[in-house]
Nanobody
Framework: QEQLTASGGGLVQAGGSLRLSCAGS????????VGWFRQAPGKEREFVAT???????????YYADAVKDRFTISRDSAKTTVYLQMNNLTPDDTGEYFC???????????????WGLGTQVTVSP
């Protein structure tokens, strides 16, 4: 199974925005849901957002309470990239961000597999 590649992180000031990208194949995004997770220093990895597989008849999207109304998960028309648009960032959003495949669009860490390298997001106060 394909290991997804996250990119687009960087250093921004509070109130700024970043768009993260998750590159994969059309085959992978057709068969599997994609979840975004993050991990801050000294904390457990936490759920951010998820989107259901593109090959399904219904698109399902879920967000963590901490990011709803600020973050948006989406997929491009070619179905080769999943995005995480992050607006109105705060220092609490700082962490390593990962995108990963899962069988269903779940908020639970246990439902995902094939973890790869994340991309660092740092928000200065």
């Amino acid at each position: 199974q394909e290991q997804l590649t996250a990119s687009g992180g960087g250093l921004v000031q509070a109130g700024g925005s970043l768009r993260l990208s998750c590159a994969g194949s059309e085959r992978t995004f057709s068969r599997y849901a994609v979840g975004w997770f993050r991990q801050a220093p000294g904390k457990e990895r936490e759920f951010v957002a998820t989107i259901s597989r593109s090959g399904g008849g219904t698109r399902l999207i879920y967000y963590a309470d901490a990011v709803k109304d600020r973050f948006t998960i989406s997929r491009d028309s070619a179905k080769t990239t999943v995005y995480l648009q992050m607006n109105n960032l705060t220092p609490d959003d700082t962490g390593e961000y990962f995108c990963v495949t899962g069988n269903i669009p779940s908020r639970y860490l246990e439902g995902y597999f094939n973890w790869g390298l994340g991309t660092q997001v740092t928000v200065s106060p």
